[in-house]
């Protein structure tokens, strides 16, 4: 068990629908990070927060966007959906500021879009 | 080009085989370098971690990294059916605030009784 938590597992939604997924991190971590994992591209980042506020964005939609609260967990908010955002998406988190120390993954919430 | 190059596969040992997997990057900011291991349907789980070039070893499994040829590698001694899964490589700058992690495709290893 890596200790960070995501929820729901799955879900099945359709197309043009807006989704929010759910991650809580490591006791201890200020820093969440999220991927997306697909067949064709692999996982990918898309968005890191720290200590509540956005530090790097990677290949991230314009219709995805996410926070972060004062209790450190965070949420991903998937709008318009399309049907090639079906994919497992994922959250890291870690200690920052310290050398050596590697992110741990949940295990992800599968989005099925129809 | 992709960033991180990584076969993949799938790669069948028979048990007890030593298992070698590799990946190339591109990227001279990468300085830090993970392994993960991924069974089907669920998160990645870190296996090995370093930023030095050399050798670190943790029980069966030893992460070899080579900085000056931007190639690093994975053994596994002694496999076990239950390696059976797909190894990714990832890497990341060494900015301490920043370390989103690039990802190799996986490799898919199938280690048979």
């Known amino acids: 068990d890596s200790g960070v938590t995501q929820t729901p597992k799955h879900l099945i939604t359709a197309t043009g629908q807006r989704v929010t997924l759910r991650c809580s991190p490591r006791s201890g971590d200020l820093s969440v990070y999220w991927y997306q994992q697909s067949l064709d591209q692999g996982l990918q980042f898309l968005i890191q927060y720290y200590n509540g506020e956005e530090r790097a964005k990677g290949n991230i939609l314009e219709r995805f966007s996410a926070q972060q609260f004062p209790d450190l967990h965070s949420e991903l908010n998937l709008s318009s959906l399309e049907l090639g955002d079906s994919a497992l998406y994922f959250c890291?988190?870690?200690?920052?500021?310290?050398?050596?120390?590697?992110?741990?993954f949940g295990d992800g919430t599968r989005l099925s879009i129809l | 080009q992709k960033e991180v190059e990584q076969d993949p596969g799938p790669l069948s040992v028979p048990e007890g085989a030593i298992v070698s997997l590799n990946c190339t990057y591109s990227n001279s900011a990468f300085q830090y370098f993970m392994w993960y291991r991924q069974y089907s349907r669920k998160g990645p789980e870190l296996l090995m971690y370093t930023y030095s070039s050399g050798n670190k070893e943790d029980g069966r499994f030893t992460a070899q990294v080579d900085k000056s040829s931007k190639y690093i590698s994975l053994f596994i001694r002694d496999s076990q059916p239950s390696d059976s899964a797909t190894y990714l490589c990832?890497?990341?700058?060494?900015?301490?605030?920043?370390?989103?992690?690039?990802f190799g495709s996986g490799t898919r290893l199938q280690v048979q009784p």
């Open positions: 990832a890497m990341s700058p060494m900015d301490t605030g920043r370390r989103a992690l690039t």
């Open positions: 890291a988190s870690s200690v920052e500021g310290v050398v050596g120390q590697p992110q741990h």
